[in-house]
């Protein structure tokens, strides 16, 4: 059963960082492109970044360019999303989902909130 | 990249059939046939019903089903069950390996 487990949301004051983790079991990490979507509160899904099976290409929206960076460990099946220069609109949901073969997005995990607040 | 356009609710009850629209532009929608479809109850995540306009992954209802004409998808409900209930999202490629969603529709089952 695939399984993806997110971690290391919480509460971060504007300006400040937070890592956040995605814990990946039943598949084949390493075969897998991988990517991180919120949810604001009450609002829609948006796309964030994603990253190639082995690592060496990664994309982002313009909305989070320049401030977050997705990483992996193929070894760890784990996937990071470092995340800088918070501001009070990157408060969310943050989801890493999985890409199929064919299927974009075909797995996701439960979520991890991130509140952005002084 | 804006999101794309879906109606904010739609309604219908038990039984019926419904249609959820999905436009965006000829950089996203009308460009690639890359468009899938996910539901969300509250609390839940995403879930994906529908990829590549009408392909359902494997253990999904064949009530479930999708379509594209020019830059709009449509995703059709039909015998529309009270477990249908949730969100829907539409999501394509926009190219350059970006992805964008719609802003979600709330389907109601009457």
């Known amino acids: 059963e695939v399984k993806l487990v997110e971690s290391g949301g919480g509460l971060a004051q504007p300006g400040g960082s937070l890592r956040l983790s995605c814990a990946a079991s039943?598949?084949?990490?390493?075969?897998?492109?991988m990517n991180w979507v919120r949810q604001a509160p009450g609002k829609g899904l948006e796309w964030l970044a994603d990253i190639r099976s082995s690592g060496d290409t990664k994309n982002y929206a313009d909305s989070v360019k320049g401030r977050f960076t997705i990483s992996r460990d193929n070894a760890k099946n784990l996937v990071f999303l470092q995340m800088n220069s918070l501001r009070g609109e990157d408060t969310a949901v943050y989801y890493c989902?999985?890409?199929?073969?064919?299927?974009?997005?075909?797995?996701w995990g439960q979520g991890t909130l991130v509140t952005v607040s002084s | 990249q804006s999101a794309l356009t879906q109606p904010a609710s739609v309604s219908g009850s038990p039984g019926q059939s419904i249609t959820i629209s999905c436009t965006g532009t000829?950089?996203?929608?009308?460009?690639?046939?890359?468009v899938s479809w996910y539901q969300q109850h509250p609390g839940k995540a995403p879930k994906l019903m529908i990829y590549?306009?009408?392909e359902r992954p494997s253990g999904i209802s064949n009530r479930f089903s999708g379509s594209k004409s020019g830059t709009t998808a449509s995703l059709t409900i039909s015998g529309l069950q009270a477990e249908d209930e949730a969100d829907y999202y539409c999501?394509?490629?926009?190219?350059?390996?970006?992805?964008?969603f719609g802003g979600g529709t709330k389907v109601t089952v009457l």
């Open positions: 989902a999985r890409n199929g073969e064919s299927e974009p997005f075909d797995h």
């Open positions: 039943g598949f084949t990490f390493s075969l897998y492109e």
């Open positions: 000829s950089s996203d929608v009308g460009n690639y046939n890359a």
């Open positions: 999501c394509s490629y926009a190219g350059s390996r970006r992805w964008v």
């Open positions: 590549e306009v009408s």
